[in-house]
């Protein structure tokens, strides 16, 4: 019997939906957009104030909030066991990149709780990180731009004539900052080491048009479903704010090799840029779904849940095609709550919704 | 994929609105760009074109229409609809 014909508890993290959000209101709207699925939906957040708490419309049911990942193990391990003993969770899927070495340690244990995950290893999460850019461009034969490990903010002075500026300043799980010259890479190397840490890439700056995939493997080198998109509306910090569907098929291709080189596991987001010349670069690829993700199954391909499903241990099966040029345009609302609700969080550290239409 | 087929995949609408599922660029023509696209996803040649449009639109005896034709296919190659191969002669 599938694992998905009972009513389930999905659990979704990475509810700060700001102007540059996070993905789980996006994850939270594609489960409610598969009739398949009628069960509940609970939010993980950081913060009592993760706006994607307050949205009753998009189908939350119950909200937690969670220790931050620089809490450790630990802390995770037994926030999780308190809420699963309050709200027994299915599935749980992690939408943050920095959160996911913890639940990759952990997901053993919330197995044995009866809680499924489909994450990637910890090698396949390593091989993808940023610094490792090159050898995985090698291993899966796609074109990558030549970039340095930095440790030192020195080293933007002595820079070899494969990285000639511009180039892009990169922290190890966020930002990018194009530098017009050393002197700019140095501050943008002590900027993006003050907020994440070291290393820092230096990655060489191409020209082109950028486009992201939303993907999902299948652990065995095969891709379940891709999406590729390109922005059409930038915010002032880059991120899309209105984006549409495309069919290039040399996107596609570049999501399978991924996928066949690393037999990666779960959702991810390839960041590839076409240049003039009509060459795909693999810029970085991210270790978990895109604020965006509904686009997909707004264009045909429900990929978060297609994740439930093989969480749950449904065979893989490919997902139907997608509709090229069906689009998403990002809105800001204000929502209405309740100081009650604030104060349930704030306090208690959970929130029960009665939700819009349910 | 032959020289045309990003061409025929193009999703045109009757107004005139163009998109490219491959890139995701939109593009807005007039009325003789439209006679003209359509022309050449049915793999007419520059002449047969230059006279459907003489036939379909008033146009000045003086106007070069085979000039504007080619200026279009060049358009075209450049967003990668088509290549040089691939048109008809």
């Known amino acids: ?358 | 994929m032959d020289g045309t087929q990003r061409l025929r995949d193009l999703a045109v609408s009757e107004s005139g609105f163009v998109f490219d599922p491959y890139t995701g660029h939109t593009f807005s023509l007039n009325q003789t760009g439209r006679v003209v696209l359509e022309a050449l996803r049915g793999g007419a040649s520059v002449d047969q074109i230059v006279a459907d449009l003489r036939e379909g639109f008033a146009v000045d005896p003086g106007t070069d229409l085979a000039r504007d034709v080619r200026e279009f296919l060049l358009l075209a190659r450049e967003q990668g609809w088509t290549t040089a191969q691939a048109e008809v002669p």
């Open chain 1, 1 to 358: 019997m599938s694992g998905t014909s009972r009513p389930l508890t999905v659990a979704v993290t990475g509810l700060n939906a700001t102007d540059n959000p996070a993905p789980g209101v996006g994850v939270i709207r594609s489960l409610r957009a598969e009739p398949a699925f009628q069960g509940r939906v609970v939010g993980l957040a950081y913060d009592a104030l993760d706006s994607g708490l307050y949205a009753r419309d998009i189908g939350l049911d119950e909200g937690f909030l969670i220790p931050y990942p620089s809490q450790g193990v630990e802390a995770l391990r037994e926030r999780l066991r308190a809420i699963h003993a309050e709200a027994p969770l299915d599935v749980v899927i992690p939408t943050l990149d920095s959160e996911l070495p913890a639940f990759i340690e952990l997901e053993g244990e919330l197995r044995r709780w009866g809680i499924q995950t489909f994450l990637p290893t910890r090698a396949q999460l390593e091989l993808r990180s940023k610094a490792h850019l090159a050898e995985l461009g090698a291993r899966a034969g796609l074109e990558v731009p030549a970039q340095r490990v930095l440790t030192d903010a020195a080293e933007v002075f002595r820079l070899g004539p494969e990285l000639p500026y511009p180039l892009v300043v990169k922290g190890v799980f966020y930002g990018a900052t194009v530098a017009q010259g050393p002197d700019e890479a140095a501050a943008a190397f002590h900027a993006t080491v003050a907020r994440w840490g070291l290393p820092v890439i230096a990655q060489r700056f191409h020209a082109g048009e950028e486009y992201d995939v939303v993907a999902v493997g299948d652990g065995r080198g095969g891709m379940v479903g891709a999406v590729p998109m390109r922005k059409l509306l930038l915010t002032d910090k880059g991120k899309g704010w209105a984006g549409v569907a495309v069919k290039d098929p040399s996107l596609l291709d570049a999501a399978r090799r991924f996928f066949a080189a690393t037999a990666w596991r779960g959702p991810c987001e390839l960041e590839i840029l076409r240049t003039a010349e009509g060459r795909y670069l693999l810029i970085e690829v991210n270790p978990r779904f895109p604020a965006w993700c509904f686009l997909a199954a707004g264009a045909g391909q429900n990929l978060p849940w297609a994740v439930v499903r093989l969480a749950l241990g449904d065979p893989p099966t490919a997902l139907p095609d997608f509709r090229a040029g069906t689009l998403f345009v990002r809105i800001a609302l204000d929502q209405i709550a309740s100081i009650d609700d604030l104060q349930a969080l704030a306090t208690a550290g959970a929130l029960r919704l009665a939700r819009e239409g349910a």
